[in-house]
């Protein structure tokens, strides 16, 4: 084996260290952009800033004479339709994002965060920017500073007229 890896490659076709492959240890390296796109698009996981009432199963206002009588209603008891178990790590991320601390924007920076991944899109980083009009240029006369305007003689042409 020792003597396959010692042979110079052939020219044009690379080395033959890269045809071996390393055994995959089930770790990828992921940013975090696509960590928490992955986790929102893919896995469906949603925001859960009350993880006690999810874990302990505690719905306010429905008890299960409720969910009884609606079955009632029904005639009777529906199966199914639920959706496979989210992936453990989309969970983690869900709630380390719901976790952020008020300092860094609290529950509106989480919700923001993930409606932002759920679409796919980045955020808008132009903190602070207001949108202004000016003028082209000035112009002076002795009433004082005034805006130069230009006649308009075709469409789509500047404003004003």
């Not at 490659?9 to 696509?34: I, N, W, Y």
Request: charged share 25%; net charge positive.
């Amino acid at each position: 084996m020792a003597a396959d890896l010692a042979v110079p490659p052939e020219p044009g076709c690379g080395s033959r260290l890269t045809a071996v492959r390393a055994p995959r240890s089930g770790k990828l390296e992921v940013g975090v952009l696509d960590l928490i796109e992955w986790a929102f698009q893919r896995e469906k996981v949603s925001l859960d800033f009350n993880e006690i009432e999810r874990e302990t199963g505690a719905r306010p206002g429905i008890g299960v004479e409720y969910l009884m009588m609606q079955q009632a209603k029904l005639g009777c008891r529906v199966q199914g339709g639920g959706c496979s178990p989210r992936h453990h790590d989309a969970d983690m991320v869900a709630a380390s994002l719901a976790s952020l601390p008020d300092s860094q924007g609290g529950r509106r920076m989480a919700i923001e965060i993930a409606e932002l991944a759920r679409v796919g899109q980045r955020p808008d980083c132009m903190i602070g920017v207001r949108a202004s009009c000016g003028p082209i240029a000035w112009r002076g006369s002795r009433h004082g500073r005034f805006a130069v305007t230009e006649r308009c003689t075709e469409l789509g042409a500047r404003w004003p007229a």
